[in-house]
């Protein structure tokens, strides 16, 4: 049997789940892509053998359970989760925002966290344990205006972080949280160049004044993420923390 480690990604498709799953492939992972639209399509484009899809539908429970009975008939255990799903999807005042729309938020974002990260670990369990990577925001600890219900669901992401920790312990299984600030994905650098354009500026000045939020003056760049996601893979050690991946913007 080989001995490669498998790893699920949800959202393979999307910003940071391209980036990653490239990399884990790059050093040596196999990947369970777990997803829809956009993962489906980019996974497509992938040869590897050492790469699987499983189409589901993140908030939807029946969706969940079942794709994990598919990954349990492509590969006997799991090392690892990484669930990338989520998004603000909406901007609104906390005068405006409508209950539909905040229910979606926390949805996507809450919800689908919950259902892969239970389904994970019962896995997890049977099979001697494993690390669990959430992705949580610097927006789910210092508010950030129009994204209340985003805010909302990414803090419940962080504290769901927490009970996964005290009460997978005991089963091996280890459950961290990456809270990154903005991240230069491809969606991203789109938008810089939108508005960069519409200001009648360059990208470089966009830049600088997104960089000027943080200590360190810079973008994250989405490939920065990989060496905390490959920590948080593989730690022993670190557990039930949420870990601020965002050039000192929080707290300095
Ligand atoms: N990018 C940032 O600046 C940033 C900053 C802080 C935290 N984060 C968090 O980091 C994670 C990855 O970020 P990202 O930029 O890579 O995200 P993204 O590309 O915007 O979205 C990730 C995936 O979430 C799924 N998704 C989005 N909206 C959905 C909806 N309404 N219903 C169902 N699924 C939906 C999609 O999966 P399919 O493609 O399979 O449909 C999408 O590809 C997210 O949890 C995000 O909240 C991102």
């Not at 969706?63 to 994990?68: E, G, L, N, R, Y």
């Not at 925001?137 to 985003?150: F, R, V, W």
């Not at 990414?154 to 996964?164: C, G, P, Q, Y």
């Amino acid at each position: 049997m080989s001995n490669i480690k498998w790893i699920i990604v949800t959202a393979p498709g999307g910003g940071v789940g391209q980036i990653l799953t490239n990399y884990l492939l790059d050093n040596g992972y196999g990947v369970i892509g777990m997803g829809r639209d956009s993962s489906i399509k980019f996974l497509k484009t992938l040869t590897s053998p050492n790469l699987h899809l499983i189409e589901c539908d993140y908030t939807n429970e029946k969706s969940m359970v079942d794709a994990f009975k598919q990954a349990k008939t492509l590969v006997d255990k799991i090392d690892g989760l990484v669930h990338l799903v989520g998004g603000s999807l909406i901007t609104k005042s906390f005068l405006d925002i409508d209950l539909d729309s905040f229910n979606e938020v926390i949805s996507v974002n809450t919800n689908s966290t919950l259902l892969a990260g239970r389904e994970a670990a019962k896995w997890m369990k049977e099979t001697g344990g494993g690390n669990i990577v959430f992705f949580g925001s610097t927006t789910g600890i210092e508010p950030s205006k129009g994204k209340l219900a985003y805010g909302v669901a990414k803090a419940a992401v962080h504290n769901m972080t927490l009970s996964f920790a005290l009460e997978g312990s005991q089963y091996n299984i280890l459950t961290n949280t990456i809270a990154p600030s903005y991240v230069l994905t491809q969606r991203h650098i789109d938008e810089i160049e939108i508005k960069a354009e519409k200001k009648g500026i360059t990208v470089d000045e966009v830049m600088k004044q997104l960089g000027s939020k943080n200590p360190l003056g810079k973008v994250l760049e989405t490939e920065e993420l990989m060496d905390t996601v490959i920590l948080l893979l593989t730690t022993k050690v670190i557990q039930g923390q949420t870990i601020n991946v965002d050039l000192g913007q929080i707290g300095i």
